[in-house]
């Protein structure tokens, strides 16, 4: 292969790198404002949720609603400061992740506690199966918080790069 075929080709090659690392972009960016929109989508679903609040005469069940929405809004925003952290061009961290995840299993934690708050759900099975769930449930939040805190206390990754 001479001198110019092998110019042409990383030129073309760089050409494709360039268009991909575009793309990705773009498609980060439209996840982003789409996460967004469903974020504020669900905002303002919760806004409407708080007049029922003080009227309903199930407060559990419209408590546990509104905290659904809530939690899952939280689980769109921190999913979209990733998106905005990639598009900046900072190294993906684990931390949103972990709080992502830690968010939906305290969903799930108020989903299963509010089953059995409500009356009639209290069969044998169900609630074994249930504290079941929730000590699986409480392990994997530990794992989680274990996770964040030993993120947070590892040397930054410029500090990492600045040793001998």
């Avoid at 003080?54 to 939280?74: K, P």
């Avoid at 961290?93 to 059995?116: M, N, Y």
């Amino acid at each position: 292969m001479n001198p110019v075929e092998s110019r042409r080709r990383s030129a073309l090659e760089e050409g494709a790198i360039r268009t991909l690392t575009w793309t990705e972009r773009i498609i980060i960016f439209a996840i982003g404002v789409l996460l967004f929109v469903g974020a504020l989508a669900l905002l303002f679903h919760v806004a409407t949720h708080v007049a029922p609040l003080f009227a309903s005469d199930d407060i559990i069940g419209v408590t546990t609603e509104f905290l659904d929405m809530i939690l899952l809004t939280l689980m769109l925003v921190e999913l979209a400061y990733t998106v905005i952290l990639s598009l900046r061009g900072a190294m993906l961290a684990a931390e949103p992740f972990l709080i992502v995840g830690l968010i939906a299993v305290i969903r799930r934690i108020l989903v299963i506690t509010v089953g059995h708050v409500k009356p009639g759900n209290t069969t044998g099975a169900a609630s074994t199966q249930s504290l079941l769930e929730l000590g699986v449930l409480s392990g994997v939040i530990l794992a989680f918080v274990i996770s964040i805190v030993l993120l947070r206390k590892r040397p930054a990754p410029e500090a990492l790069e600045d040793r001998p």
